[in-house]
């Protein structure tokens, strides 16, 4: 069986659906829902991407925590990557726009929300088997820290959503200014989750798990869905069976939970469970 099943389940439900929003309107839509929470615009120059970020800075000195899109609507049939990975559904900003911390930014996926320029496209490997590269983890490490600058923020927290959770994880183990991470129905081992599929693998991309010692003593919380059936929770009990040792982690199952739905209300009450290292 080739990759494209298995991306077009993990990337959207919705990508089957004739009535597939305009990236216009997927784009107004998040605009709309970060204007609504006090998050403003920004876009990020981030080695050869355009980011789009929306922001919200209240306490200089104090973290910013960075919320990281999922892969977003990446196909658009079966075997045709869509033409613009902009999500139907922000999942990640609905989770920032509940956040009531005073500095807090939500960050896009490369691809994602920029207007496609017939000159200069953005490459569809970036939203296919790309979507993890090393130039993808080094764009969201220069985004992370010009974020940070703009905030005048002291260190950061990062929230990963689905496949915004690997990239998280990858980025948090090349820095020394990330104090937690929380991942939600997060890939953090596209390896795992493609034989467990029964489809071959993703061609270019890091992969999370590899990178899981480097984070053994990093506060985190990963938060899987009972009901989900495109990353099931077993991959990130994988992920912290990984770390050299388990008193900083901890995988919270939410029983309502799928891998799309039942996070927006669950967040409010997620957002307080403690990330922190036991003695």
């Not at 919705?14 to 920004?42: F, K, W």
């Not at 690997?166 to 980025?171: D, G, P, R, T």
Request: aromatic share 6%.
């Amino acid at each position: 069986m080739s990759l494209l099943p298995w991306l077009l389940l993990v990337v959207t439900l919705l990508s089957a659906c004739a009535t597939t929003p305009s990236p216009e309107v997927r784009r107004r839509t998040a605009d709309q829902l970060a204007r609504s929470a006090g998050l403003n615009q920004v876009t990020v120059d981030a080695e050869g991407f355009a980011l789009r970020a929306y922001l919200r800075a209240g306490a200089p000195g104090q973290p910013l925590t960075v919320y990281i899109e999922g892969d977003g609507y990446a196909w658009k049939t079966r075997h045709q990557p869509s033409d613009d990975p902009t999500p139907t559904d922000p999942l990640a900003l609905r989770l920032a726009a509940q956040d009531p911390s005073s500095n807090v930014a939500y960050l896009a996926r490369p691809c994602q929300y920029v207007i496609q320029d017939a000159k200069q496209p953005c490459s569809s490997d970036y939203w296919t088997g790309k979507r993890y590269a090393e130039e993808v983890i080094v764009a969201t490490e220069a985004a992370l820290t010009q974020l940070r600058a703009q905030v005048q923020a002291g260190d950061l927290h990062l929230v990963g959503y689905s496949g915004g959770a690997a990239v998280a994880a990858l980025a948090a183990a090349r820095r020394h200014d990330v104090l937690s991470l929380r991942t939600v129905a997060g890939n953090l081992d596209h390896v795992a989750l493609t034989t467990w599929h029964g489809v071959s693998g993703l061609q270019g991309s890091l992969n999370a798990i590899d990178e899981a010692a480097r984070l053994s003593s990093l506060p985190q919380r990963h938060f899987v869905g009972a009901q989900d059936r495109i990353v099931p929770p077993d991959i990130a009990q994988r992920f912290v069976a990984r770390l050299e040792t388990r008193r900083c982690a901890a995988v919270d199952v939410v029983e309502s939970a799928s891998h799309d739905a039942g996070w927006t209300e669950a967040w409010p009450q997620l957002l307080t469970r403690v990330v922190t290292c036991l003695p």
